[in-house]
């Protein structure tokens, strides 16, 4: 019987809208940095560095289980664009750019919260998020703007941890916040190099989620090549899946 359920954040429960809308606020607070420096500004450049920020934090990412902070990948941009930005200006720098999610806000996927819901009257639910910009408090507050943030038990984010998927350490302090094994447990996620190879790893059963087409690595992520127990369209299925796998 399954006795706890740990779901992903990006992809999983939130989609990838308004982008746009949270460059555009990275974009106005980097140009507030260009001004107080004395730089004109280029966008272009701009947007190479970020461009190479990410790179960067994939290497850590992917080869070190763990994720950058915005500080850390700030510190990677001035360098990228060889300027040299006073400490007060890195420091509100780094709060705009976390914040910037709540500018432009993911939307939850269709059938999620209803879910959700549903499923958290049955078992506890804990949240396993790596995260990049925006740290664990801001993405508490998008799950709370949403009206979703209630129905889990905890919360364990990558910036808090100091390791990410799939680090055994992630999985294990969501298994001790539900009070469950492993063996009583199932993980649900997008991407297969973390979230269900982690699953895999710690003796959990995991469904690979496919309900977001506009998720950076769903086209790495298919299920004719998953090692999950199960995969999932949509949070229809997710539910159905948990049914036929004891969750009462």
């Not at 990006?10 to 460059?23: A, Q, Y």
């Not at 555009?24 to 001004?35: H, I, S």
């Not at 506890?124 to 998008?142: C, E, K, M």
């Amino acid at each position: 019987m399954i006795q706890a359920i740990t779901i992903d954040f990006w992809n999983t429960i939130v989609d990838s809208r308004n982008g746009e809308r949270r460059r555009a606020a990275r974009n106005q607070a980097m140009a507030e940095v260009f001004n107080r420096v004395g730089r004109p500004w280029d966008e272009q450049q701009v947007a190479a560095a970020f461009e190479h920020s990410y790179e960067t934090f994939e290497r850590h990412w992917h080869g070190e289980q763990r994720t950058m902070r915005a500080a850390e990948s700030l510190d990677v941009i001035w360098r990228f664009l060889g300027i040299e930005v006073p400490e007060d200006a890195h420091a509100r720098m780094i709060t705009q750019i976390e914040d910037s999610i709540l500018e432009g806000m993911p939307g939850l996927l269709p059938g999620c919260a209803e879910a959700l819901a549903e499923l958290a009257a049955r078992v506890p639910l804990v949240l396993i998020s790596d995260t990049a910009f925006s740290p664990g408090r801001v993405l508490r507050r998008v799950l709370e703007q949403h009206d979703i943030a209630g129905f889990f038990r905890d919360m364990v984010f990558s910036d808090e941890t100091g390791v990410s998927k799939p680090h055994p350490m992630m999985f294990e302090r969501a298994l001790a916040a539900a009070g469950a094994s492993a063996g009583q447990a199932v993980h649900i996620g997008d991407i297969e190099r973390t979230d269900i190879a982690g699953a895999r790893a710690m003796g959990m059963r995991s469904i690979l989620f496919r309900g977001d087409e506009s998720g950076r690595y769903h086209h790495e992520n298919t299920e004719d090549r998953t090692a999950a127990d199960a995969v999932a369209q949509d949070w229809h299925e997710v539910r159905d899946i948990l049914v036929d796998w004891g969750v009462s």
